[in-house]
Each structure stands twice: as structure tokens, then as C-alpha cells.
């Protein structure tokens, strides 16, 4: 009901939006610049960050840019499973007749693998997202997968979405090896104190209006309760002007953001 109170023309906090308009925050843009170093190499790498922290945003804005005649690009999220179960998951996405024993997945994924960075010089690129969940014997069979040692450079780029706690996982001796093959690692922060002004004006502006419809108490109350998470923003920025809408008022108040904060708890 807000939007016609706040002359908007469409929720501004809501999940469908497009990847080249996601806000360029400073931890974004510095992801951005890591994964196209990332692809570059055709190397592993490891992006990290909080639930809700926009990582996955970033990523798939960065992969969404690439020409699909020189990039393959594989998406993985089901990550709480098996090595067969990962394999099956990476050959349907590839379009692959799914095998029967781990072996033959194994191989049909790297004989495939082989084929789009040779007969079709196309780059493949494996993205996994959830990769907080994946067994450490998956993670193993994820490094193997990506282990072309008789080639001068690498065929398979391999990039591991996940938690926090992945960075430490890998950072345990029985993933020693996996670690060392890291080649870009990055850490996705939340908004600052000083960005969260601009992203909601970035996220109304789209929405269809100038007005600052935040005043200064709101945003802060905002950065308070969400530490800057984008996801958390969003839902409790969407709830703010709900209540404001209610209110009757033009603008939203610090009390808006408490009385919309039952609903994100």
C-alpha cells in the first residue's frame, strides 16, 4: 500500500533487481575487481561474507557480463550432499547425460571441461554457491576436479561461495592443498555508516523517486539494527515505510524503524 502513499513505482526493497543495477558499494566493487582477476587466471577462488551481504549479487553481476561465445558459465547451489550428488548437479547444469558411477562423472565432466576450453575455446567457469556446506571429501574431489597438471595453464575456474566459516575451514591441514591453490580470496563486508544514505536513495531512486524519504534518525536506526547488511536493510527499510504509510506521514522516522523492527526479528 506504500507506494502509492510514497508516489513510488515499485517496492524499492524487494529482491528483483536487475545485476547492472545492484549499488556499487566499496566491498562490491572490490569483489568485482578480484573475480575478473579471478578469470583471468582461470584459477580457484573464495568469496566470503555473511548471510545477506550481497556476495552472490556481486558474483552473478560479474558473470552475467561475460560473452556467453567465450564463457561457460556453471552454477552449483546444491552443496549439502555427496561427491556423486555434486557431480550429477555440475553434468545436468553442463547438459550432460547424468552417469551412473562416480568415475564415469568424473571423467564425462572433464572430457566436457576439455572440449569447451579446446574445440570450442570457450572458458568454463564453476561457481558454488553454499560452499560452507560441502564435505570435506567434496571439497576434495572440487580441487581434483580443477587439476590439469600436464597443461600450461589452467582449463577450470573454480569459484567457492560461502560463510566466514568456510575461510576458516579451508584454513585447517586437511585442506592444506585445496588452500594453496587459492588464488584470489575476498571478504564481503556490509554497507558502512556512510553508504547507507546512498543506497537507499539508490534503491528509491530506482523506485521512481528523488525524495529522501529516510530522514537522518531512520538511517541510523536502520544501520543500527541491520549492521549495514543489505538483505537486513532491505527488510526492515521495506517494513519502515509501511509504517510510515500507515502514519499518514511524508518521511520515515527513527520510530518507524522500531515499530517496524518486530517484524524482522
Known amino acids: 500500500m506504500y507506494r502509492k502513499h510514497f508516489g513510488l ?11 547492472d543495477a545492484l549499488f556499487p558499494s566499496a566491498s562490491s566493487k572490490e569483489l568485482e575487481v578480484r573475480l575478473a582477476h579471478l578469470i583471468e587466471l582461470r ?47 555440475i553434468s545436468w547444469e553442463m547438459g550432460l547425460a547424468v552417469e551412473r558411477s562416480r568415475a564415469a562423472l568424473y571423467r564425462q565432466i572433464r572430457t566436457e571441461v576439455t572440449r569447451l576450453s579446446g574445440e570450442a575455446r570457450c572458458r568454463p567457469i564453476l561457481v558454488v554457491d553454499e560452499a560452507h556446506h560441502l564435505r570435506p571429501d567434496v571439497l576434495e574431489d572440487l ?8 597443461d600450461a595453464e589452467n582449463r577450470l575456474c573454480l569459484l567457492l561461495l560461502g560463510h566466514p566459516e568456510l575461510r576458516r575451514r579451508l584454513g585447517m591441514a586437511v585442506h592444506e592443498a585445496l588452500a594453496q591453490r587459492i588464488v584470489v ?32 534518525a531512520a538511517e541510523e536506526a536502520l544501520f543500527q539494527a541491520t549492521s549495514g547488511l543489505p538483505r537486513k536493510v532491505n527488510t526492515l527499510a521495506h517494513h519502515a515505510l509501511l509504517a510510515a504509510a500507515l ?9 518507524h524503524v522500531q515499530a517496524a523492527l518486530p517484524e524482522v526479528a
Not at 69 to 87: A, E, H, P
Not at 187 to 216: I, K
Not at 247 to 253: F, L
Open 185 to 216: 580470496r575476498h571478504h564481503m563486508g556490509p554497507l558502512t555508516r556512510d553508504e547507507l544514505p546512498a543506497y537507499l536513495s539508490h534503491r528509491l531512486r530506482l523506485a521512481g523517486t528523488e525524495l529522501p524519504l529516510f530522514e537522518p
Open 9 to 19: 513505482t515499485r517496492h524499492p526493497f524487494g529482491n528483483e533487481i536487475e545485476p
Open 43 to 89: 584459477g580457484i577462488g573464495l568469496v566470503t561474507g555473511d548471510s545477506g551481504s550481497g556476495k552472490t549479487s556481486t558474483c552473478r553481476k560479474v558473470v552475467s557480463a561475460l560473452h556467453s561465445g567465450l564463457f561457460r558459465v556453471i552454477y552449483v547451489s546444491l552443496s549439502t550432499g555427496n561427491v556423486m550428488d555434486l557431480y550429477k548437479t
Open 247 to 255: 502514519a499518514r506521514t511524508k518521511s520515515v522516522s527513527s520510530d
Open 143 to 150: 580441487r581434483l576436479l580443477t587439476n590439469y597438471n600436464m
